[in-house]
């Protein structure tokens, strides 16, 4: 049984921007940050242990890449919806993360926004 609302966490290595992220989601009814990292050991480590809903993730991490914890990841929780946030929105990079089980692929520079769409559609349904 899902929970009754959304559980996001969030990878980014600027702490900034996890802030500014964490803002963003609490402007959606009923959504819960459930943890947060900088690095894939972290992100992998969190995301395995909380089993979010979704996973915002960064494309450039300190230490590696947000590939690195799609590959890790997706294998063994593939109901995790990850949605790459990056300013690395190259067609080479979309296509590798879309492929290691990434749902959406997000330029930040310009489609930060759309954030909403993806996680306020289940947290706007009825309990």
Do not use: W
Request: proline letters at 8%; charged letters at 20%; a negative charge.
């Amino acid at each position: 049984m899902a929970p009754s609302h959304p559980s996001v966490y969030i990878v980014d290595d600027s702490p900034s921007m996890r802030v500014r992220l964490s803002e963003l989601l609490g402007e959606i009814d009923g959504v819960d940050v459930v943890g947060e990292a900088g690095t894939p050991a972290d992100a992998i480590a969190g995301i395995l242990r909380v089993h979010p809903q979704y996973v915002l993730l960064d494309y450039q991490l300190d230490g590696g890449t947000g590939l690195d914890v799609l590959r890790a990841v997706h294998p063994q929780d593939p109901g995790v919806v990850f949605i790459v946030l990056t300013n690395h929105a190259t067609p080479q990079y979309r296509d590798a993360c879309l492929e290691a089980g990434a749902r959406h692929f997000l330029d930040k520079s310009s489609e930060f926004g759309r954030i909403k769409e993806f996680i306020a559609g289940p947290a706007a349904t009825p309990h």
